[in-house]
Nanobody, 126 residues
Framework: QGQLVESGGGLVHPGGSLNLSCVDS????????MGWFRQAPGKAREFIAT????????LVAASVKGRFTISRPGSKGILYLQMTSLKPEDRAVYYC???????????????????WGQGTEVTVSS
């Protein structure tokens, strides 16, 4: 049974950086697309970025483009989200998820993802 475990969240000042990790402990999802979402207090879950199984093709939401980078080094079972120039509005719980491999990529809707981690909280505050 696969399991996704996120880490790397925390408190950071505006303008700072954080690197989130998502470990696929069972190496179950090496050939699946994956993505990052976030959910701010009182708001719906929001798509952030997605990456194909090969780690080459990526798509980042316009709201974070140029500041966030998604990556997955080959054959290591780890998904990353590098976040720079963080803003107070980036405050949220960040989730990694496994996408439905039978859908045409890129996939940006929450319903297109089948398996989720527990989330890691990011707070941006001075």
């Amino acid at each position: 049974q696969g399991q996704l475990v996120e880490s790397g969240g925390g408190l950071v000042h505006p303008g700072g950086s954080l690197n989130l990790s998502c470990v696929d402990s069972g190496r179950t999802f090496d050939y699946y697309p994956m993505g990052w979402f976030r959910q701010a207090p009182g708001k719906a879950r929001e798509f952030i970025a997605t990456i194909q199984w090969n780690g080459v093709e990526t798509l980042v939401a316009a709201s974070v483009k140029g500041r966030f980078t998604i990556s997955r080094p080959g054959s290591k079972g780890i998904l990353y989200l590098q976040m720079t120039s963080l803003k107070p509005e980036d405050r949220a719980v960040y989730y990694c998820a496994v996408g439905n491999q039978f859908l045409q990529w890129p996939i940006e809707t929450e319903s297109s993802y089948r398996f989720w981690g527990q989330g890691t909280e990011v707070t941006v505050s001075s």
